[in-house]
């Protein structure tokens, strides 16, 4: 092989090696935007984080709303007769001590008043039977689709599931579990965080 050859054949490789240089740039360049796609996105971690709620201002009786990860959590400040009503609905409810479903209830809840502290009950309102949202019933009496001894509680309309005011639900219904509790804990008197009790 000649002198001109060799360097025909080294320039070539020079060439060539500057190609796949810039071609091995260019494909790591198309690829990070392609790849940093796949990160979630601020608004999709904030949507998993854990949520504080103010419940100071939430009066005897109502319920307040938030949501976590795209659910809908409630937060009902019971009353003394909401509370002294959950031993009239211990036998009418299938799941009376939320042991079936470990997984439904953490183990601080796992008491008469499924809660930390018996006031306020924390709920995912989304029935078990298919993932509706029941409805608040929290007033007792007769009224439609209810029964007569109604002590307060929440409907699923799809369905007729009904849960008392700890949200267990009552037997012989479509939801085969209580509401679940998600994971929380107080930082304050009037301050909870709903999605950490730090051991999630």
Request: charged share 25%; hydrophobic share 35%.
């Amino acid at each position: 092989m000649g002198d001109s050859e060799q360097k025909v054949d080294s320039s070539r490789r020079t060439a060539i090696g500057v190609t796949c240089a810039i071609g091995a740039v260019g494909g790591v360049a198309a690829a990070v935007p392609f790849v940093s796609t796949f990160a979630p996105s601020e608004r999709a971690r904030a949507a998993g984080a854990p949520v504080e709620v103010e419940i100071g201002e939430i009066q005897p009786g109502e319920l307040k709303r938030v949501e976590w990860r795209g659910k809908p959590v409630w937060i009902l400040r019971r009353t003394t007769e909401m509370l002294a009503s959950l031993k009239k609905t211990d036998d009418a409810v299938a799941d009376p001590k939320s042991v079936r479903d470990p997984n439904n209830t953490p183990e601080y809840a796992r008491n008469e008043y499924r809660s930390i502290k018996p006031e306020y009950l924390v709920v995912v309102g989304i029935c078990t039977h298919l993932g509706c949202s029941p409805s608040d019933r929290l007033t007792p009496g007769a009224q439609p689709s209810l029964p007569d001894d109604w002590q307060g509680g929440f409907l699923c309309p799809c369905h007729g599931s009904t849960f008392d005011l700890a949200g267990r639900v009552f037997k012989n219904k479509p939801a085969p579990d209580n509401l679940p509790v998600p994971p929380y804990k107080y930082v304050s008197d009037t301050r909870l965080i709903i999605g950490s009790d730090d051991k999630a």
